[in-house]
C-alpha cells in the first residue's frame, strides 16, 4: 500500500505524464516503423534516439549499482539492486531493438557516451541522499525529455521508448528516504535543494548537447520532418519539463 508520501510522488509522476497520447496521432507519429522508416533522415534520427537511451539506461544500471554500495542499509542495498537489474533489462530491450533494424548498438550508442560520461562525472554524489536526489531528479529530466520526443515517433518505436521509460520504482524510494531524511534533520533540505538545482542545469544542458550534436535528432526536433517540433514548441516543451520538475522538488520536500 501507499504512504500518503509515496500516493504524493506517484501523482507527481502521473501530472507529469498527464496529456501523453491524449491527442490524435498525425504525419509520422500515425505510421508504424516499416513505412517511417523509408524516410532515411527519419531512420536515422531513431538509431540516434535509441543509442542514446540505450547507453543512457546502461548508465544508470552502473550507477544504481555504485549507489547500493552507499546504501545504509541491507534493505535499501536489496532495493537499489532491484531496480539497477530493470535498468539492466531496459537497456537490453533497445540494444536488441537496434540490432533488429540493422543497426550496430555499440556505434549507435558510442556518439553519446562523451555527453553522458561527462554529466555523471561533473554530477557524481558525494553521499546516499544526493545519489538518490540525483536518480530521482536528473533521471526523470531525462525520461520527460524523450517521453515529449516520443510522442513524434512512428507507433512501434513510441511503444518501446515508452515501456523503458517506465519508472523502475526509484522514484518513491527516493522521495520516502529524502523526506525522513529531512525530518529527521531539516539542514539536510537546503543542501539537498541547491543540489537539486544544480542537476536541472546540468541535465538541460546535457540534453540540448546531445540533440545539437546530432543532425538528424536536431532536425526532427525543430521541425525538419513533417508534425516536427518548431523552435517555439521546443522552448514550450523545456517550460513543460521544468514545471514537473519544481513539481519532483515538492515531492522531495526541496524548494525548487
Known sequence: METPDNANAAGTEADAHAGENTVEPTGIAAQDWAT?????????AVVDLLGALAYGE????????????LAPSLADKAELAKMAS????HFERLRDRLAEIDAEPTAAMEPFAK????????????DWLEGLVKAYVGDSIASDFYREVAARLDSDTRGLVLAVLDDTGHGNFAVEKV??????DPRVGGRLALWARRLMGEALSQAQRVVAERDALSTMLV????????????????TRITKAH????AALGLAA
Open 86 to 89: 530493470a535498468e539492466f533489462h
Open 36 to 44: 517511417a522508416s523509408a524516410e532515411p533522415q527519419y531512420r536515422a
Open 58 to 69: 546502461l548508465a544508470a544500471f552502473e550507477r544504481l549499482a555504485d549507489d547500493a554500495k
Open 223 to 238: 521541425g525538419g520532418m513533417a508534425d516536427g517540433f518548431d523552435l517555439a514548441a521546443v522552448g514550450e516543451m523545456f
Open 115 to 126: 555527453a553522458l560520461d561527462d554529466f555523471h562525472h561533473q554530477t557524481a554524489p558525494s
Open 179 to 184: 523526506r525522513a531524511a529531512i525530518e529527521a
Open 246 to 249: 519544481t513539481k519532483r522538488m
